[in-house]
């Protein structure tokens, strides 16, 4: 016969073997997806296959080092679940679902962290990643062209 404790440490068990495999798979599954976003949306470019998976890898990396809760974040959170007295100064016209504004941020990000701006937006050229961009990096400038020695 099987006894409580038994049976409440299996459960436990099985609780954490399932959320240790929905983390790794999560993040499996979210580079996935920023990988078919980019082939899905930038379809026109020539896009370098081993760039695209660098950048899911950092995207997914960025995103999920977000721990610590910073003031800006608290107070999105703060107003986004406040009445309508907080949301009335910040109305927004952007009629785009969330997945739409998640996937345009993502292909401008990956954009910026190429070197399509230093090939002058030329579509025959093919894109390759660089690193990934950081706004908070003053030494990385997607619109900054390399000297050319004459």
């Avoid at 899911?56 to 406040?82: C, E, V």
């Avoid at 504004?101 to 030329?122: A, H, K």
């Amino acid at each position: 016969m099987i006894s409580r404790r038994r049976l409440i440490l299996g459960g436990l068990g099985a609780a954490g073997v399932a959320a240790l495999s929905a983390w790794g798979l999560g993040r499996l599954g979210y580079r996935v997806e920023i990988a078919s976003i980019l082939r899905r949306r930038l379809s026109f470019l020539k896009l370098d296959e081993g760039g695209v998976r660098a950048f899911a890898k950092d995207q997914t990396n960025a995103t999920f080092a977000k721990k610590i809760p910073t003031w800006n974040r608290m107070r999105y959170h703060l107003l986004a679940s406040g009445g309508s007295s907080f949301k009335r100064f910040y109305r927004s016209t952007d009629s785009r679902s969330r997945i739409g504004r998640f996937e345009d941020t993502v292909v401008s990000t990956y954009l910026l962290s190429s070197d399509f701006f230093w090939n002058g937006s030329d579509e025959s050229q093919k894109v390759n990643y660089v690193a990934f961009y950081d706004p908070n990096q003053p030494c990385h400038s997607p619109f900054a062209r390399p000297v050319v020695d004459p």
